[in-house]
């Protein structure tokens, strides 16, 4: 496993416990920068502000999702293509419904939704398709599979997300397609992306995995580019343990979805082309359901969560909030993350700046650890004999030599981040408990070299 895996992992480990320290006498937010008057690090033997308190539990469950898990398990249908009108066909059109789009093909996650797309558009060997490097391995996995080669764009480094102009440049006449990934369900710089797009005839494949429901230009993601793919992984703003969707309104593009992702069988029972077998199951689709009557309350609780913290941190120097583009409305904030400026803490580094909010009880991390263009895969891939037989070989050494995103490099050195999925349907006080203890440690400041 991958450092990076690593890192992940634990990063979900550590946030998804709750647990961490406790609650201050008085909640009030005190105001940055005023080191003179800090009370002590708990680091240093000071009382945390935070302790033993527990954030709302993810994954999200209630009497609905069980009661639709118990139908399911009494109605023996198992699978989907026992019924035109079982849980997964169900799912897809509620959820088509919701992202205001007309399909829905479910698939077992978001890696089979975007391997499906990619195969579904006529994308494979030979092939390039423009992408995040700050990303799930997933995102490159479904490029990977269909024997295309992933081309890793660099970052905008205030909104983590792609930086259209270096897409742009990174376009050769051997790229088919781009695909955005809407970092911390966020929406990318969508407008330049689909002029881009449009300019060199490429198709857009939104990998919208963390970003259910978010908004942009009036829109929601996954339904501004050719198709938009959704995972339902545990730790989701809607989750199923595993499980995966894709989006879109074009009939014959979601019809080739469909067959691509059902083993190469048509609708009409027809086997017609080459497919993996990525169909949803019947269980997977049931909780989706039993979710759903209050997934909107906690989409809008999160975001009526984040617009405090925002408020909280206006005009704090010290941790930036990740920067929205014109047009974004409600995001899905599936992660929060921030930019960390070490040159407003004494040039303490990140490292020091987390280990003193942990001991307050607040759980940061710095989320990836690193770009995904930083790891083994590449040489993997460039050495293998499939690859050097598909792209000649001064494609490939120019692959290698060109495979740099400092600005990705920067945003994994510099931010910190909290999985949101839970945290953010927590209370305004806990909310405040956050921005207790970045002030705290702020106010301490100096005294972080001795940490």
Same mark, same amino acid.
């Given at each position: ?52 308190? +527990? ?23 198992? !699978? ?20 205001? &789009?007309?399909?829905? /093909? ?9 391997? &499906? ?27 990977? !599979? ?18 259209? @102009? ?14 955005? /990934? ?33 908004? %942009? ?22 989750? !199923? ?86 047009? &974004?409305?409600?995001?899905?904030? %599936?992660?929060?993350?921030?930019? %960390? ?7 303490? @580094? ?61 945003? !994994?050195?510099?931010? /910190?981040?909290?999985? +949101? ?10 909310? @405040? ?19």
């Amino acid at each position: 496993m991958s450092e990076n895996s690593l890192a992940r992992r634990r990063f979900l480990a550590a946030a998804s416990t709750g647990t961490v320290a406790a609650a201050i006498a008085s909640r009030s937010v005190p105001a940055f920068g005023q080191a003179g008057k800090a009370r002590t690090l708990a680091i240093l033997g000071g009382e945390p502000v935070r302790k033993n308190q +527990s954030w709302p539990s993810w994954p999200y469950w209630d009497d609905n999702v069980v009661d639709s898990v118990v139908k399911t398990t009494k109605s023996r249908i198992w !699978c989907r293509i026992q019924s035109a009108s079982g849980a997964v066909p169900t799912f897809e059109k509620e959820f088509a419904e919701r992202t205001g &789009t007309k399909y829905c /093909v479910a698939t077992g996650s978001g890696t089979q939704a975007l391997h &499906t797309s990619v195969e579904a558009l006529g994308i494979g060997p030979g092939d390039e398709v423009i992408t995040s490097p700050y990303t799930d391995p997933g995102t490159i996995a479904a490029i990977l !599979c269909a024997r295309a080669l992933p081309v890793l764009a660099d970052l905008d480094p205030d909104s983590f997300q792609l930086d259209p @102009d270096d897409v742009e440049r990174r376009i050769t006449e051997f790229t088919k397609a781009i695909m955005p /990934v809407h970092i911390m369900g966020q929406p990318c710089d969508m407008d330049r992306i689909m002029a881009i797009a449009k300019k060199h005839n490429l198709k857009v494949i939104e990998d919208a995995c963390q970003a259910h429901l978010a908004e %942009y230009q009036g829109k929601k993601l996954g339904t501004i580019g050719d198709v938009g793919c959704f995972s339902f992984q545990a730790s989701k703003t809607i989750a !199923c343990g595993e499980g995966g969707a894709i989006i879109g309104s074009d009939e014959q593009l979601m019809d080739r979805c469909y067959t691509v992702h059902n083993h190469g069988t048509s609708r009409k029972g027809r086997t017609e082309t080459i497919g993996p077998k990525y169909r949803m199951n019947e269980f997977e689709a049931a909780v989706l359901l039993g979710q759903l009557p209050g997934v909107e309350e906690r989409f809008a609780r999160r975001n009526e969560n984040v617009a405090y913290l925002a408020s909280k941190l206006a005009g704090f120097p010290g941790v930036v909030p990740q920067k929205r583009y014109e047009g &974004t409305g409600r995001g899905a904030y %599936y992660v929060y993350g921030m930019t %960390y400026r070490k040159e407003h803490f004494h040039d303490a @580094d990140r490292g020091t700046f987390l280990k003193a909010l942990r001991a307050e009880g607040i759980n940061l991390s710095p989320y990836i650890g690193q770009g995904l263009h930083r790891e083994p895969w590449v040489d993997h891939v460039l050495n293998a004999k499939v690859y050097q037989r598909m792209f000649p070989a001064e494609r490939l050494q120019e692959y290698r030599e060109q495979n740099v995103c400092p600005n990705c490099d920067a945003v !994994c050195q510099n931010v /910190v981040a909290f999985w +949101s999925s839970g945290i953010l349907l927590g209370t305004k006080e806990d909310m @405040d408990d956050i921005v207790n203890a970045i002030f705290k440690v702020h106010e301490n400041r100096d005294k972080l070299a001795t940490i």
